[in-house]
């Protein structure tokens, strides 16, 4: 088919690509994340807007919801998802995780910067005086346990489902999912026991910071997965065609890499 053919089919609409119809979520969704996080705001400042806090998230959470639904039908239902759509959305996805990783590597810049030059105000030492870091051979190793083991989990199930095998496919998604949660559980205890706080110097703001946006992640893509094995189970993914499955993979992945380096670094080499 040469390029004049090419371009008249595109014109008359017979193309591999998904125009997607006008839709209300992406200035809804803003406006519910501004607000939520406008409303969590001012409860930790004055602690009196507990209601308005949890309504915002819950209405955030429900356009998040309705938004992924009308996708969900796109693809499966409607049957949208050409190979051409698939590869632009995975190039999308792509850059989403780049985007996730120089937004972590501030973090560790900071963190290095700081350490490799503590100044007069940390007493010239790191970590500095009067803070007491954590043993990286306690819970932060039972967490690299936990998340390394999940990343085992996913990629068995990733396999199962290039064989077809959707029984073995969500027997993987659910051995992650219990081990995400049990690493949310377990860092929850870590934070409640530690001996400093966020406000103790840079050492506890870079320190918070860097694990509790991890920890928002982790947070994040168990709700990912959740939702891949619900697919799973409801028979939405096959061999060839489970892009869905493959994003909430390749998510987790990038929570486990995070993770080491924050082990090696703020947990044994920084301590």
Not at 214 to 220: A, E, R, S, T
Request: charged share 5%.
């Amino acid at each position: 088919m040469n390029k004049k053919v090419s371009a008249k089919f595109i014109k008359l609409g017979f193309h591999s690509f998904h125009i997607v119809d006008q839709s209300p979520w992406p200035i809804i969704l803003s406006v519910g994340v501004m607000t939520s996080i406008s409303n969590t705001f001012i409860l930790y400042l004055s602690d009196c807007n507990f209601m308005g806090a949890v309504t915002s998230w819950i209405a955030t959470c429900t356009c998040a919801a309705l938004w992924w639904r009308d996708v969900i039908r796109e693809s499966f239902f409607q049957g949208f998802h050409s190979h051409s759509v698939m590869a632009g959305l995975s190039m999308g996805f792509i850059l989403f995780i780049a985007s996730e990783v120089m937004f972590f590597m501030s973090f560790f810049w900071s963190f290095f910067y700081v350490s490799l030059n503590p100044d007069i105000e940390c007493g010239s030492v790191w970590p500095p005086a009067g803070v007491q870091s954590l043993s990286a051979f306690n819970v932060p190793l039972l967490n690299s346990i936990l998340l390394i083991s999940s990343g085992v989990s996913i990629t068995w199930a990733h396999h199962a489902l290039v064989m077809s095998n959707m029984k073995e496919t969500a027997v993987g998604l659910g051995i992650t999912l219990m081990l995400g949660l049990t690493f949310s559980v377990v860092q929850s205890f870590e934070y409640l026991h530690t001996s400093f706080s966020m406000a103790d110097s840079v050492y506890g703001s870079v320190f918070f910071l860097t694990t509790g946006f991890h920890g928002i992640h982790v947070l994040v893509g168990s709700m990912f997965i959740t939702v891949s094995l619900c697919r799973t189970i409801l028979g939405q993914f096959s061999c060839n065609h489970h892009v869905g499955f493959e994003f909430s993979a390749w998510y987790w992945h990038f929570v486990d890499v995070v993770w080491l380096f924050l082990f090696i670094s703020m947990y044994w080499w920084g301590s």
